[in-house]
């Protein structure tokens, strides 16, 4: 009888646990999480109220965060290198600079791949022989791994093949921003229709990410730029992309310390920067070809936001004659 | 030492483990996350191919060093529970080509997962029109064998000091973790006292590196790199034979002691 009972606790207990766990998983909302390093402290910090959340909701960010690493690894021919991207190059605007240049170089000249001088000297994480104590295993090591010269120019290679880590990053964390931004301008390289699909994708999962709204943006007006494209059937989508991405941005930015706001807790400055671009971007469109009295008011609004923008100083001046 | 004896026995092993038709399912189910990546579709753009060489052959190493683990963690074990090993023995076969014998066994049934494997990748390369980077792929075939060969040997010995669940969840960690291992070490070297480091630089020893014969990395970006030189291949071979060596007569040892 003791025995029986005993078994018998012990099924309860399974089936309670059988049933509770995915009780307990449909209590995380997954959009309840953030974490990874594409978004800073007090960003999660706010978000991330749940325990359970936290818990569970590590493991997919940091998935993700290990795929984006992978990205750059597939970019430098499988080279390990320490994080070498400054912030500036995260922003919006540089890193599609970033991308056009990386892949416009390989096409051109190496067919596949070409050595980049310009980030010579980033250490690699398999570290080169003054640094590395285990003498015979750390050469053979070297020899193994994908692995060069620290001070050598970095073995760049064909993008295309990150595109498969874009899409399963945002599959895994639909909520890693990072992804979809970055993501949206490797796969414009190859089909704009897709990227376009992409970004919109990353807009309806995260609909507070201004920088998502920023690339899709800049991405139409990349297209308009085109002779082919008529211009008239992407200014709407265009205007409402700067519009979103501005109004979103401003609203997030914390208030300036000492006329700062980048490193400020939860605004960094390749945010400042996208914010920056979004604001000086739209009040020239709508002063091109939307509303001048729409204009003088925005960049009056913005001047509030960067009173050193000397782009959105002269469109008021000139708006201001124009009335 | 017997040739005939060996063969023998891991005749029986091979015949065992195909009969037990666990690799068949191991290689189905790898086969089928081979056939979701085929499947997946990354925003209608063809020629992918590191994608699928990469994953593909995470999985192949996986599951074979999986499948290894598992059959030669359970040799042992299995032999003197079920009591199969009197009659064997009772054989003119000493205790080293016996347990010789399964060693050979245990690699030959790894072997024969990853012919089943090799069949498949080149089947999907063909499917989505990739090149197979022969060289390096063939030396990675050729260092992931020798790196089951220690591990089959640390999962004997192991399996002669604590419990099969055990050994066979110390050797999956082992595997699982030598990438991590080989790079936390060098990172924390720069953090340590004097004692930390002589620990670190004996940790590097003791504990074989099997992320040294995990070269899917450069299989993955072929185009940039070239086959490692014979010199390169050669000390590796001698490092895996040393610990197996030493694995295995740790494991020699324990069994000849061993009263059955």
């Known amino acids: 009888m003791n025995r029986w009972s005993g078994e018998a606790r012990r099924v309860l207990l399974l089936i309670l646990l059988s049933g509770g766990l995915p009780l307990l998983a449909l209590r995380v909302d997954p959009r309840a999480y953030a974490g990874g390093r594409s978004r800073d402290a007090v960003a999660r910090s706010v978000r991330n109220t749940s325990a359970i959340a936290r818990l569970l909701g590590e493991l997919r960010t940091s998935l993700s965060d290990m795929m984006f690493i992978k990205t750059e690894r597939y970019l430098h021919s499988g080279v390990g290198y320490v994080p070498h991207h400054s912030a500036q190059l995260l922003s919006v605007e540089e890193m599609g600079a970033e991308v056009d240049e990386h892949q416009s170089e390989i096409g051109a000249e190496h067919a596949g791949m070409i050595e980049d001088p310009s980030h010579a000297g980033t250490q690699t994480l398999i570290p080169d022989v003054s640094r590395d104590y285990r003498g015979f295993i750390g050469t053979l090591h070297r020899s193994v791994k994908p692995w060069r010269d620290p001070s050598r120019a970095h073995l760049h290679s064909d993008g295309t093949q990150l595109l498969p880590w874009f899409r399963i990053m945002t599959l895994n964390d639909p909520n890693y921003v990072m992804g979809y931004a970055v993501g949206g301008w490797w796969v414009s390289l190859h089909d704009v229709d897709a990227s376009l699909a992409f970004l919109a994708e990353g807009i309806r999962n995260n609909p507070d990410a201004f920088q998502i709204r920023l690339t899709r943006g800049m991405l139409l007006l990349r297209m308009m730029r085109r002779p082919e494209v008529p211009r008239l059937e992407l200014l709407d989508d265009l205007l409402g992309d700067f519009r979103e991405a501005a109004r979103l941005g401003v609203a997030q930015r914390p208030d300036p310390i000492d006329g700062l706001a980048e490193d400020q807790p939860g605004w960094s400055l390749f945010q400042e920067q996208d914010l920056w671009t979004a604001c000086q971007t739209l009040v020239l469109l709508e002063k091109q070809y939307g509303d001048a009295v729409e204009a003088h008011r925005l960049a009056q609004a913005f001047l509030g936001v960067f009173p050193d923008n000397t782009v959105l100083r002269n469109v008021l001046l000139e708006t201001a004659l124009e009335r | ?260």
């Not at chain 2, 015949?15 to 068949?24: A, D, M």
């Not at chain 2, 996350?33 to 997946?40: P, R, S």
């Not at chain 2, 995470?58 to 032999?79: H, N, S």
């Open chain 2, 1 to 260: 030492m017997k040739g005939r004896a060996i063969r023998f026995i891991a005749g029986t092993v091979l015949r065992e483990s195909l009969r037990r038709r666990e690799i068949y399912v191991l290689v189905l189910v790898a086969c089928g996350l081979i056939a979701v990546i085929l499947g997946f579709d990354f925003f209608g753009i063809g020629g992918l191919t590191k994608f699928y060489r990469e994953a593909s052959l995470k999985v192949m190493g996986w599951t074979t060093a999986f499948a290894v683990i598992v059959l030669a963690t359970r040799q042992l074990p299995r032999e003197m529970e079920n009591r199969t090993i009197y009659p064997l023995l009772a054989r003119p076969i000493r205790r080293v080509e016996f347990l010789l014998g399964k060693l050979v066994g245990v690699l030959l049934a790894g072997l024969f997962c990853f012919a089943l494997f090799m069949l498949i990748f080149l089947l999907g390369s063909l499917r989505i029109q990739a090149t197979v980077p022969w060289g390096l792929f063939l030396q990675h075939m050729y260092l992931q064998l020798a790196m089951l060969a220690i591990l089959s040997a640390l999962g004997f010995l192991l399996s002669l000091v604590v419990h099969t669940d055990a050994a066979i969840t110390i050797c999956v960690l082992l595997y699982a973790l030598s990438a991590v291992l080989a790079t936390v070490l060098v990172h924390l070297y720069a953090y340590m006292d004097a004692v930390g480091r002589v620990l670190l630089q004996i940790l590097t020893y003791a504990v074989p590196q099997l992320t040294l014969f995990d070269l899917s990395a450069k299989a993955v970006h072929a185009e940039a790199w070239s086959p490692l030189s014979w010199q390169i291949m050669l000390s590796l071979t001698v490092y895996a034979v040393v610990y197996t060596g030493v694995y295995f007569a740790g494991a020699f040892v324990l069994f000849r002691r061993r009263a059955l």
